[in-house]
């Protein structure tokens, strides 16, 4: 159980601290919301990404990784969420690159993760069907041809998913909505005839689409992993992207906890410093100490992906649903305690409580993972 990074992960974190603050603060959102940039992101920023070597944090040596393991890449997703990057970070390498890894065969992994490394390759997970999170609930339909599959059918809320150079399609090939049994996974190249995308414009500025499946034909070498046994894959796969998540959770937390620090201390009422307040003192405190227990269960869940993997559904749920309260609790206080011009644009500290009520959703909000957690315990 690691609670601390080593020294190696602590630089990789310092430098993603350093290399962000300066190349991608919240006005590099702001920016990327007023000029209604097409592509969501900065592509030099993603460049300058890869040449750091962050999309290979995750990927063995043999396929022109790092294999730095998942609380590197987690220290990395920390920061982000300190400025709120803009990036394809998650939806290429912790989903994206973690189903290749999972659930690939050798040719398909020689084929794409070195180009997941060298940032030639960006890919999105068209998992939802639905407003509310239900990986088992899949019904688009994947249909035996004599050449392949015909996919029909329609996905929501694909992260990154209208610039996406792959799309890794969850399916049904057998079975009812609602099984685990019967879900297939596919790789689909994004500009197959036959997909529509239309990008949705998130309340956090960040990108997302909506993607039609309409007689879309693939060969027999797009499915991934085994035939409607996708589950074995998709599950650890969606337990990794909800950690991540909660990592990024973390991150924000952190950023939003100190800038709310610095206010009470400068903001002045009734000629003191608004920090003297006992009352705020005592939601100050408070705030610290969820952030505190929500670090401890980040580390812990980070380090269970590359240790215990049989700990790992249990610590995602745990990890999502304390961060997902957390956020929320410190988003709430931080905005109420800047006052009215919390909530207006001019201050950032707003970008941060609606990224928070984005992710609170995204791979399963508290209910979701409180009730998983309980039935994985056995109530």
């Not at 690939?104 to 490394?117: H, M, S, T």
């Not at 809320?157 to 209208?162: I, N, R």
């Not at 960040?206 to 409607?228: M, Q």
């Amino acid at each position: 159980m690691a609670l601390v990074l080593n020294e190696e992960q602590r630089l990789l974190k310092e430098t993603a601290k350093e290399f962000l603050a300066k190349n991608a603060p919240v006005a590099a959102l702001r920016e990327l919301r007023d000029t209604k940039d097409p592509l969501g992101y900065s592509a030099e920023l993603w460049s300058e990404m890869v040449e750091l070597g962050w999309t290979g944090i995750i990927l063995p040596e043999e396929y022109d990784g790092l294999d730095f393991g998942f609380l590197g890449l987690g220290a990395v997703i920390e920061e982000s969420g300190r400025t709120l990057t803009a990036s394809p970070l998650l939806a290429t390498v912790v989903l994206g690159a973690s189903g290749i890894m999972l659930g690939g065969n050798e040719q398909q992994k020689r084929d794409l993760l070195p180009r997941i490394a060298s940032g030639e390759l960006t890919l999105a997970l068209a998992l939802e069907e639905s407003n509310h999170h239900n990986p088992t609930g899949c019904a688009l339909a994947a249909t035996k041809t004599d050449s392949g599959w015909q996919l029909d059918g329609d996905k929501q809320f694909v992260l990154d998913g209208h610039s996406a150079d792959k799309l890794l399609v969850v399916a049904r090939t057998s079975g009812e909505p609602g099984s685990t049994a019967g879900i297939s996974l596919f790789l689909v190249d994004a500009d197959t005839t036959g997909i529509t995308r239309q990008r949705t414009i998130m309340v956090d500025s960040r990108n997302a689409a909506n993607i039609t499946f309409d007689g879309v034909s693939v060969s027999p070498d797009a499915l991934l992993g085994e035939l409607d046994k996708g589950w074995d894959v998709l599950e650890p796969l969606l337990d990794r992207g909800r950690i991540a998540i909660a990592a990024e959770m973390l991150g924000g937390c952190l950023e939003v906890f100190e800038r709310t620090l610095q206010y009470l201390n400068e903001r002045e009422q009734f000629g003191v410093k608004i920090g003297s307040f006992q009352a705020l003192k005592h939601r100050a405190a408070h705030m610290y100490t969820e952030i505190e227990l929500g670090r401890s269960v980040i580390l812990d869940a980070l380090s269970a992906v590359d240790e215990r993997p049989e700990e790992l559904p249990l610590m995602a749920s745990l990890a999502k649903a304390k961060l997902n309260e957390t956020y929320h609790l410190i988003t709430n206080e931080g905005v109420q305690m800047h006052g009215g011009i919390g909530v207006t644009d001019v201050l950032e500290i707003g970008f941060f409580l609606k990224r928070a009520r984005v992710l609170e959703q995204t791979l399963g909000n508290t209910g979701y993972h409180r009730d998983r957690y309980a039935r994985l315990s056995g109530y």
